[in-house]
């Protein structure tokens, strides 16, 4: 069992940046495959970000060039940092683990990932 904790949201004008961090449980966090999601109101879950065990990122399309995520094993934490934000990015956002993974492999869908953190709210104004 993993345990996520998300934190770092929260209210900030557009073009601006946030940097969220999501703290895992468990003693093999280096090999975790981790993923950022968000959903914004009324409208499902989509894919931001993923991170291999071995560092490899893949940013989808739309926040492609305004994301990167990181992770440091040393404190068990994945990092989402976003830039030039506009109003559309407003979301909770979520970070997910799977433990299992195939080489090379980025994992992109909800089904992929069996463990989620509560959500953390980013909210961008115009």
Avoid: H
């Avoid at 900030?12 to 468990?26: H, M």
């Avoid at 940013?59 to 404190?75: H, L, M, T, Y």
């Avoid at 997910?96 to 980013?122: E, I």
Wanted: with cysteine; proline share 4%; aromatic share 12%.
């Amino acid at each position: 069992q993993v345990q996520l904790v998300e934190s770092g949201g929260g209210l900030v004008q557009a073009g601006g940046s946030l940097r969220l961090s999501c703290a895992a449980s468990g003693r093999t966090f280096s090999s975790y495959a981790m993923g950022w999601f968000r959903q914004a109101p009324g409208k499902e879950r989509e894919f931001v970000a993923a991170l291999t065990w071995s560092g490899n990122t893949y940013p989808a399309a739309p926040v492609k060039g305004r994301v990167a995520i990181s992770r440091d094993n040393a404190k068990n934490t994945v990092f989402l940092q976003m830039n030039s934000l506009k109003p559309e990015d407003t979301a909770v956002y979520y970070c997910a683990v799977r433990t299992t993974y195939r080489m090379g492999t980025y994992y992109t869908n909800l089904s992929d990932y069996p463990y989620w953190g509560q959500g953390t709210q980013v909210t961008v104004s115009s």
